[in-house]
């Protein structure tokens, strides 16, 4: 009986080693609080997805800076999810509706409460406004973890 069960986790941990060489997606939850959404870092690749998981007490829109991808009306306690694709950019945000100028954007273009426009293609940081959170999406990897003896 040791026997086999030692010969099982040989054959185990060889499968293991010859599936572990090749990339693949990885699955992320984000969870969208109050004021933030936990991480606010995601450090991810193109095809991963990502789960937006609303305990925020409040249905929330959630959409990248440059509105390349949108997640409408998610509901408190709900979640959606999205896969990376190669061109995204690498900030999103989401707004409580009613704060800022009530409005869902349909464009690359956004006004702030003294309606002024912001450009969201560009490189200006989104107005921090009442009710607006931010995320990051870091393409780069993981930092190393630091190690002090």
Do not use: H
């Amino acid at each position: 009986m040791l026997k086999n069960f030692f010969m099982r986790a040989a054959v185990t941990a060889a499968a293991l080693t010859c599936t572990t060489g090749s990339a693949s997606a990885e699955n992320f939850d984000i969870l969208i609080m109050e004021m933030s959404f936990f991480p606010s870092v995601s450090y991810v690749q193109p095809g991963d997805t990502l789960t937006f998981i609303n305990e925020s007490g409040v249905d929330r829109d959630i959409r990248s800076r440059n509105a390349q991808w949108f997640i409408p009306d998610l509901a408190n306690g709900a979640s959606a999810s999205i896969v990376i694709e190669d061109s995204w950019k690498n900030e999103y945000l989401s707004r409580i509706k009613g704060s800022g100028n009530g409005e869902t954007p349909t464009d690359t273009t956004e006004t702030n409460a003294d309606d002024s426009l912001v450009d969201l293609t560009g490189d200006e940081t989104v107005p921090n406004e009442a009710g607006t959170i931010m995320g990051v999406l870091n393409y780069s990897g993981a930092p190393d973890p630091v190690v002090s003896n």
